[in-house]
């Protein structure tokens, strides 16, 4: 079965950026912090990554998100969705209108202008043909940014919530959650390391809990 698993790091304040993130500074100032355990040596943070990464069928994410992994200070061979672990999903990219050129036209990139729903639609046909292709279940993944996630979850578009708490307070920067409905998680698996606490919640459906 294909999952729809958003999947971000935050801070302990509930930050996703720190203060003034742009283009080239995609994290803001002191928010790489948030992804030491993304590239850290330690082996359940690097057996996490691996896991998830290798069962992404398609990956989402909105349009400031992809013109920072696609600027010039963005992705390359060795930093990337699953470098270094897997070979790259599809991507989705949620957005008013296509961008004139893409610089990593070597990743599989779809653009949807008529929003955040037809999106994981989309993303959930490339990842259930990558599943029959491979035979095996494969989940589409939201990795941001913060209002993207925020936005699926408010509408009730999330089967999974994967948080990975970094030991840091940022103080001012993008926020995760900026309100929206209640929703009732349940708690699923908890795997602290040196570098972050990851939590695993199921999205339960409005009105449940």
Not at 14 to 36: F, Q, Y
Not at 73 to 88: F, P
């Amino acid at each position: 079965m294909t999952r729809i698993i958003a999947d971000i790091s935050i801070s302990l304040d509930g930050l996703v950026t720190g203060p003034d993130p742009r283009p080239d500074n995609g994290l803001g100032t002191g928010g790489e912090a948030l992804h030491t355990w993304a590239f850290s040596d330690d082996p359940d943070d690097r057996r996490l990554l691996r896991e998830s990464t290798s069962r992404s069928g398609a990956v989402v994410l909105g349009r400031r998100l992809f013109d920072i992994v696609d600027g010039p200070q963005g992705w390359n061979d060795d930093t990337g969705y699953g470098a270094g672990e897997v070979g790259t999903p599809a991507f989705v990219v949620v957005t008013s209108s296509p961008p004139e050129s893409v610089r990593r036209a070597d990743l599989d990139w779809t653009f949807v202008t008529t929003g955040l729903t037809d999106a994981v639609g989309a993303a959930r046909e490339r990842a259930e043909a990558a599943s029959a292709e491979r035979g095996t279940d494969l989940d589409v993944v939201l990795m941001g940014g913060g209002a993207t996630i925020g936005s699926a979850l408010d509408a009730g578009l999330l089967d999974v919530l994967r948080v990975h708490l970094a030991p840091v307070v940022l103080g001012t920067g993008t926020p995760l959650f900026t309100g929206g409905s209640r929703r009732t998680l349940v708690q699923r698996s908890v795997l602290t390391t040196p570098n972050a606490t990851h939590l695993t919640y199921d999205v339960l459906p409005a009105g449940s809990g």
